[in-house]
């Protein structure tokens, strides 16, 4: 039975995530980061993507992206095949790197991507990786609140926006007060 399409829609958002295959590390060192960061960067240029928001902690990652055209499976089969094929090569593996397709959820109101956005810089605190979401290199949030220099292929004016945010200390006032 072939697998059902995916839902795509021009002018949507999406939370998209990937996990490991068998609960493995998808991410070992700070060098594999770096690597899947410039594989995200140059699909989000390729496939005109807006990436709001972005986590990766050890066996999986979150995203938040925008879809201008409706092209998230080709721009995710990029993204997760680019990044397997680099992964393997580095460690001498073979197969498969993430456990099944990537899983995209339709956030489909405002109040609905904010959640999602406060959802993702909270994880590596939910996992137990820091006290604090600003502790957490691999996450946007730094970026959010203007405590980090802000990658190209990030947009943190949308999330600021959307929060009536005339500052970035309002993004943190929002995330941390879960």
């Known amino acids: 039975m072939p697998r059902a399409l995916r839902l795509q829609a021009p002018g949507a958002y999406y939370h998209v995530t ?6 493995i590390p998808i991410f070992i060192d700070n060098a594999d980061r770096e690597v899947f960061l410039s594989i995200l960067a140059t699909v989000v240029k390729d496939y005109a993507l807006e990436c709001h928001s972005y986590c990766l902690l050890s066996t999986h990652f ?4 925008g879809t ?4 998230l499976a080709a721009a995710m089969q990029r993204l ?12 001498g593996r073979k197969g498969h790197l993430f456990e099944r397709r990537y899983h995209s959820e339709h956030l489909q109101t405002e ?3 904010l959640e999602t956005v406060r959802y993702v810089a909270l994880n590596p605190v939910r996992a137990g990786i820091c006290d604090r979401p600003d502790q957490w290199r691999w996450s946007s949030y730094r970026q959010l609140i203007g405590t980090a220099r802000v990658e190209p292929w990030l947009i943190v004016s949308e999330v600021r926006a959307w929060l009536g945010a005339k500052t970035p200390n309002r993004v943190r006032a929002f995330v941390e007060a879960h």
């Open 18 to 23: 990937s996990r490991g295959v068998d609960g």
């Open 62 to 65: 979150h995203l938040v992206l």
């Open 68 to 71: 201008p055209e409706a092209n």
């Open 80 to 91: 997760n095949s680019g990044y397997a094929q680099s992964y393997n090569r580095r460690y």
């Open 111 to 113: 109040a609905h991507l």
